[in-house]
């Protein structure tokens, strides 16, 4: 599974102590303030964001800095939030996107 | 619709430092950029940068970012982060959009008398059985989650392609801790500096040239778990039988980059097709400034380079925009964009640097 750099050669420690409780398809997960959803899900072993909507086919980061939208999921109600872009906050709740996703009720 | 004396899109090297020179100046700057950090490219660059020390050489990426950052505060360049151009529009009218993708977000038009295009540059994809599965990925994104968001983005990783970009960040997947199985590179030469190839051969990474990615393998819930590869031949056909099979969980593209002149574009600036500077991009004069007077380009936008390159073009778009609103006397800003223009042909050598420098001479010729 990839894992958290936490000691680098020239940044040095890279450690990130305090942590945000996020949600992922309904599994809790423990994720690095300020981070990137997209960081803390590969840091959690997850790297499919999302399904095509015609073949069906995963998805995961590719340009990695909002370009490409290959990593968009539902983040708290509202589909196709890239998420290589998009910091966690604390409660959050992510799940994979199906297809181009569906805004839910509660959300505004 | 608000207005500014100048708007810079784009807060990478070239962006920053053309907003700095302009404010210095006593300008109005307002910068935006679509990221929550200023900086662009430069907080992934932990090397050193090559050069003579005019060239800040041997100094690292991230290091120039924070000078960078220190002095447009000094200055007092206004900055707006996670607000992206989405158009520009007749009459230098600039269209923003706010706020990240999970908030609601706001639009605004912003007229601008003066704009600098500093939008960096996209990574060249390229396509081959297998290319979407999660697990195959730009070099760039590979660079940004070890050395921005620390975290690896695989244990054991192909790269595909030799130029410095694929030869750096596989080197700093290295540093990070990661395995990195080989370099593939289709032509028969190393594409990057032999310096940073060497780099990496010592650190035990093999180069195959004359080689390519045919497939990507791996199943719908794991993404990759194999990269079958193959020598091509002459014509750079992969060579029948002659395919080989590596285990690896990702397989990075480092195909070049191109640069992101939509902007430009769509204003009716005219561009050209100049493949040694990445492809498409606005033309523009000694001043940086492009076809629609008022509107500058600086930096991998006006064609792919380097950082230190972005760097100068920068300055030169924001001395140019300072004379331009009488904020410095032509003579005395004659004087500077020499020593600029001099600096930036210094930068301009060897054989990648040589052939930039004769596009980039041709750019300026076709404009006059
Ligand atoms: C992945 C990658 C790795 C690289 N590695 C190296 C390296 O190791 N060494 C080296 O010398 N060069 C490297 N380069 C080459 C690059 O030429 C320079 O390093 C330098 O960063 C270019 O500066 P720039 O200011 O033109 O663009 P960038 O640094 O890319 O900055 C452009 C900025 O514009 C913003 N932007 C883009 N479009 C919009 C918009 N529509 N609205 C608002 N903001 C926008 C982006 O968010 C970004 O912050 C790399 C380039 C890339 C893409
Ligand atoms: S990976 Fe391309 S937008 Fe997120």
Redesign the pocket.
């Known amino acids: 599974m990839p894992d958290r750099v936490n000691d680098h050669p020239i940044l040095g420690d890279t450690t990130r102590k305090e942590t945000v409780n996020i949600t992922v398809d309904g599994q809790k997960i423990e994720s690095k303030k300020g981070e990137m959803i997209a960081a803390a899900l590969f840091a959690n072993g997850i790297r499919i964001n999302r399904y095509t909507i015609k073949r069906e086919e995963p998805r995961g980061i590719f340009c990695g800095?909002?370009q490409c939208t290959d990593c968009a999921m539902t983040v708290n109600g509202k589909p196709n939030v890239r998420t290589c872009v998009t910091p966690v906050e604390e409660g959050m709740v992510v799940k994979t996107q199906y297809g181009v996703g569906e805004r839910e009720k509660n959300d505004d | 619709m608000i207005k500014r004396e100048a708007v810079v899109?784009?807060?990478?090297?070239?962006?920053?430092s053309a907003a700095i020179e302009a404010a210095k100046r006593d300008a109005d700057v307002l910068l935006?950029?679509?990221?929550l950090k200023?900086?662009?490219?430069?907080f992934?660059?932990i090397?050193k940068?090559f050069g003579s020390s005019a060239h800040r050489s041997g100094i690292r990426?991230i290091d120039i970012g924070k000078e960078l950052l220190e002095e447009a505060k000094k200055y007092g360049v206004e900055i707006w982060l996670n607000?992206?151009?989405?158009g520009l529009f007749k009459e230098k009218k600039i269209a923003?959009e706010k706020s990240l993708d999970n908030q609601n977000k706001t639009a605004e038009i912003i007229k601008a008398e003066k704009i600098v295009i500093?939008?960096?540059?996209?990574?060249n994809a390229i396509a081959f059985e297998g290319w979407t599965l999660p697990g195959v990925m730009?070099?760039?994104a590979a660079?940004?989650m070890a050395n921005i968001h620390n975290v690896l983005p695989g244990e054991k990783i192909l790269m595909i392609g030799s130029g410095?970009?694929g030869l750096?960040?596989s080197y700093q997947l290295l540093q990070a801790g990661a395995e990195v199985v080989g370099v593939l590179e289709a032509a028969p030469e190393i594409g990057g500096y032999g310096v940073h190839a060497a780099k990496i051969v010592r650190a035990g990474v093999p180069i195959h040239t004359s080689t390519t990615i045919v497939e990507a393998r791996g199943d719908e819930k794991n993404g990759v778990k194999e990269a079958v590869v193959c020598d091509v031949d002459d014509c750079w056909q992969p060579i029948k039988g002659q395919e080989k099979i590596y285990e690896v969980d990702t397989i990075t593209i480092a195909a070049g980059?191109k640069p992101?002149m939509e902007?430009a574009r769509m204003h009716g600036c005219r561009c050209d097709f100049i493949p040694q500077l990445g492809g498409w991009l606005p033309l523009h004069d000694k001043n940086m400034e492009t076809t629609y007077p008022g509107i500058y380009v600086?930096?991998?936008?006006a064609g792919?380079?380097?950082?230190?390159?972005?760097l100068e073009e920068?300055r030169l778009a924001g001395v140019a925009i300072a004379e331009s609103l009488g904020y410095i006397h032509s003579n005395k800003a004659s004087s500077i964009k020499n020593e600029i223009w001099n600096r930036v042909d210094g930068l301009r050598l060897g054989p990648f640097g040589e052939s930039r420098l004769e596009a980039k001479e041709k750019i300026i010729k076709t404009f006059q």
């Open positions: 800095i909002g | 899109i784009g807060a990478g090297p070239a962006g920053l935006i950029d679509e990221s200023a900086g662009g490219q430069l992934k660059q090397h940068f990426g607000c992206v151009a989405t923003v500093a939008t960096g540059a996209s990574e730009g070099a760039g660079q940004t410095n970009v750096i960040v980059l992101l902007l600086a930096g991998d936008s792919v380079e380097e950082a230190n390159t972005a920068g």
